[in-house]
């Protein structure tokens, strides 16, 4: 079965350091991948998608992501967090045309 | 506000009981997903509607879960005979063909 893994379930940073979340997914085929964010009472908002093309995806508020096909990663980064990025982030995977399938998300939380 | 949207917002019912929430999707969107999000996990798959299809059911939906969309519009997720277990917070979403999926604010569901 298809699965998604975050590797970090809670991340601490100072604003300004770099943040690089893990995701690997475990599917042979061709996949549609995304970045969510939660912010704190908020809904799922997209953050980026890859589904084809260049690897190197950028998305809103300065983040970007990169589709390794060959280790089955696309991790997201961003140089220099703000405080405002504290949330939840998951990372998804969308197999066969419709369903999306989540990891089990990360928690960010930026000290001031 | 045109996005998804969902009601109730929250919902607490005595075990047994039964419960149903409505979702009304993005107008032009002929997919809508329903989800489960439990404490410290991302989103599960739940079902899927192209138009007034259901065209697949997670197995996680036991025989006390039916959903419908009756007219290809808004979906009701009904939950018979309530257990402690399906407190959770439901989510919907919806789609265009071969895009990403556009989440509501979730129905929280506690059932004491």
């Known amino acids: 079965a298809q699965s998604v893994s975050q590797h970090n379930h809670h991340v601490i940073l100072s604003e300004a350091a770099s943040l690089e979340l893990g995701c690997n997914y475990s599917?042979?085929?061709?996949?549609?991948l995304f970045w969510y964010v939660q912010y704190p009472g908020q809904h799922l908002q997209l953050l980026l998608k890859y589904f084809s093309g260049d690897p190197l995806v950028k998305g809103i508020k300065g983040f970007e992501a990169e589709f390794i096909k060959s280790k089955f990663s696309f991790n997201l980064r961003k140089p220099s967090v703000q405080w405002s990025d504290t949330a939840e982030y998951f990372c998804a995977v969308k197999t066969g045309g419709f369903k999306t399938i989540f990891g089990a998300g990360t928690r960010l939380f930026v000290k001031a | 506000d045109t996005g998804v949207s969902q009601d109730p917002r929250h919902k607490i019912t005595k075990r047994g009981q039964n419960v149903t929430f409505r979702c009304d999707p993005i107008s032009e969107h002929n997919r809508l997903y329903w989800y489960r999000q439990t404490l410290g996990q991302g989103p599960e798959f739940l079902t899927y509607f192209q138009n007034e299809a259901q065209l697949e059911k997670s197995r996680l939906l036991s025989d006390r879960f039916s959903a419908e969309r009756p007219k290809g519009s808004f979906s009701t997720l009904e939950i018979q005979r309530t257990e402690q277990g399906d407190s959770a917070m439901y989510l919907c979403a919806s789609s265009p063909l071969n895009t990403e999926a556009f989440f509501g604010q979730g129905t929280r569901l506690t059932v004491v």
């Open positions: 599917y042979g085929g061709t996949v549609n």
